[in-house]
């Protein structure tokens, strides 16, 4: 069992910069895949970046070198950086464990607007 936290979304203006942080529970967390989803008003939830457990990343092409994905294994913790943020990047932004098992977080709001 994998309990997900994320944090530091919030209010941006466009060009600005967040960095959102999960925290996850257990002692396991470095053998899960993890990943960014996230889901705007309308509109289905979608991969925006995934990290395995060796360290490989991939991206959404709408934010291939804006955002980077990240993870500390001692701190338990994947980070999602995110730079240029445009309009478009507001949505509800999710944490993803996967390990044969999806886990999720509570999700966290970021909104890009002047």
């Known amino acids: 069992q994998v309990q997900l936290v994320e944090s530091g979304g919030g209010l941006v203006q466009p060009g600005g910069s967040l960095r959102l942080s999960c925290a996850a529970s257990?002692?396991?967390?470095?053998?899960?895949?993890m990943g960014w989803y996230r889901q705007a008003p309308g509109k289905q939830r979608e991969l925006v970046a995934h990290?395995?457990?060796?360290?490989?990343?991939n991206y959404v092409d709408s934010v291939e070198g804006r955002f980077t994905i990240s993870r500390d294994n001692a701190k338990n913790t994947v980070y999602l950086q995110m730079n240029s943020l445009k309009p478009e990047d507001t949505a509800v932004y999710y944490c993803?464990?996967?390990?044969?098992?999806?886990?999720w977080g509570q999700g966290t709001q970021v909104t890009v607007s002047s």
């Open positions: 990290i395995t457990a060796g360290g490989s990343t």
């Open positions: 993803n464990a996967r390990q044969f098992v999806d886990y």
């Open positions: 257990g002692s396991r967390f470095s053998i899960y895949n």
